[in-house]
């Protein structure tokens, strides 16, 4: 388990809160830019670090929360490659791809990914998230 030491983490946890505030308060382009600035705060080498894989998840769902799908895809891939070096929750990844895909209109894409994630996980990962995923799943792939 690769975790920060904690005086980097709380650097990172306060821009990250900024960044929050931020968005509450409609400020889109400063909680990207927030972000960012807190990304950069992990240590290099990049994507070896648990803490950096929840900051990416946490950013990725506010940007699909927004409709902003670049942001989304980009913050995706961090994910990506920080479960690609740690091996934190192949699943889970699985499961935000299909969502991603799902979004953005890949119904396909988005099907083959929970079909994995249910023969590796089960339905768990639908708890707690739009219905419109399961119910998607369920009807095999079909709306």
Same mark, same amino acid.
Not at 10 to 31: P, Q, S, T
Not at 58 to 67: E, Q
Not at 91 to 114: D, S
């Given at each position: @388990?690769?975790?920060?030491?904690?005086?980097?983490?709380?650097?990172?946890?306060?821009?990250?809160?900024?960044?929050?505030?931020?968005?509450?308060?409609?400020? *889109?382009? *400063?909680?990207?830019?927030?972000?960012?600035?807190?990304?950069?705060?992990?240590?290099?080498?990049?994507?070896?670090?648990?803490?950096?894989?929840?900051?990416?998840? @946490?950013?990725?769902?506010?940007? @699909?929360?927004?409709?902003?799908?670049?942001?989304?895809?980009?913050?995706?891939?961090? @994910?990506?490659?920080?479960?690609?070096?740690?091996?934190?929750?192949?699943?889970? *990844?699985?499961?935000?791809?299909?969502?991603?895909?799902?979004?953005?209109?890949?119904?396909?894409?988005?099907?083959?990914?929970?079909?994995?994630?249910?023969?590796?996980?089960?339905?768990?990962?639908?708890?707690?998230?739009?219905?419109?995923?399961?119910?998607?799943?369920?009807?095999?792939?079909?709306?």
């Amino acid at each position: @388990m690769a975790l920060l030491n904690t005086d980097e983490y709380n650097e990172v946890v306060l821009i990250g809160k900024k960044a929050v505030d931020a968005l509450k308060e409609g400020e *889109v382009d *400063v909680f990207y830019n927030l972000a960012e600035e807190a990304w950069l705060k992990f240590p290099i080498p990049r994507n070896n670090w648990n803490q950096e894989y929840n900051f990416s998840k @946490m950013t990725f769902k506010h940007s @699909m929360a927004n409709r902003n799908f670049g942001q989304a895809e980009k913050w995706l891939n961090r @994910m990506i490659d920080n479960n690609n070096n740690l091996n934190l929750s192949e699943f889970e *990844v699985q499961h935000y791809e299909a969502i991603y895909f799902f979004e953005t209109g890949n119904y396909n894409q988005a099907f083959e990914k929970w079909k994995y994630v249910v023969k590796g996980a089960g339905l768990r990962y639908f708890e707690g998230e739009d219905a419109k995923y399961k119910n998607f799943y369920k009807n095999g792939g079909r709306l």
